[in-house]
T-cell receptor, first 113, second 109 residues
């Protein structure tokens, strides 16, 4: 298995532009998570899905952030409009029903200038 | 205070043992985890411990759990330069994981 695949690996965009981050979870994993990592705040859970259904989006910072999971093999995290304070590494992770932790993707480093 | 707390830095010499400590506030978690992050990479699960255990050993790694004090530690025996990374403690919270801010381990030769 190729693991959790995120794209792009790096994104540089101008303030006000729309940004879409993509994630392909491991086949057979029924939960998917989006995390954001910054030096100041560490790893923050933004939203997670079970069986493609959003369960908890209380970590989504503002209405500018939205996430979708149209099917079991694909999810997106969209920021519109983007702001410099959104600059961070965004990780996607997926997991099976077992409690043995998650498998993380390599992350997308977002820079908003 | 923070839900999961770790010291930020640890520096050791190659061959020594490293001990990374973590404290947490919510004792309801069934599992506690240690993750490793190398530069430019995602988080890799190192090991986990069930909350009714007080120790787990896996090759060079030893996890100790003191549930009364809500304290978790990770000991790496014979630390190598390849162990240099950020180590995250995490607790299970329902389906989600709550992470500490990570401990940067620096190993000098």
């Amino acid at each position: 298995d190729a693991g959790v695949i995120q794209s792009p690996r790096h994104e540089v965009t101008e303030m006000g532009q729309e940004v879409t981050l993509r994630c392909k979870p491991i086949s057979g994993h029924n939960s998917l998570f989006w995390y954001r990592q910054t030096m100041m705040r560490g790893l923050e859970l933004l939203i997670y899905f079970n069986n493609n259904v959003p369960i908890d989006d209380s970590g989504m910072p503002e209405d500018r952030f939205s996430a979708k999971m149209p099917n079991a093999s694909f999810s997106t995290l969209k920021i519109q409009p983007s702001e410099p304070r959104d600059s961070a590494v965004y990780f996607c992770a997926s997991k099976t029903g077992a409690n043995y932790g998650y498998t993380f993707g390599s992350g997308t480093r977002l820079t908003v200038v | 205070g923070e839900d999961v707390e770790q010291s930020l830095f640890l520096s050791v010499r190659e061959g020594d043992s490293s001990v990374i400590n973590c404290t947490y506030t919510d004792s309801s978690s069934t599992y506690l985890y240690w993750y490793k992050q190398e530069p430019g990479a995602g988080l890799q699960l190192l090991t986990y411990i069930f909350s009714n255990m007080d120790m787990k050993q896996d090759q060079r790694l030893t996890v100790l759990l003191n549930k009364k004090d809500k304290h978790l530690s990770l000991r790496i025996a014979d630390t190598q330069t390849g162990d240099s990374a950020i180590y995250f403690c995490a607790r299970g919270a329902g389906t989600a994981l709550i992470f500490g801010k990570g401990t940067t381990l620096s190993v000098s030769s």
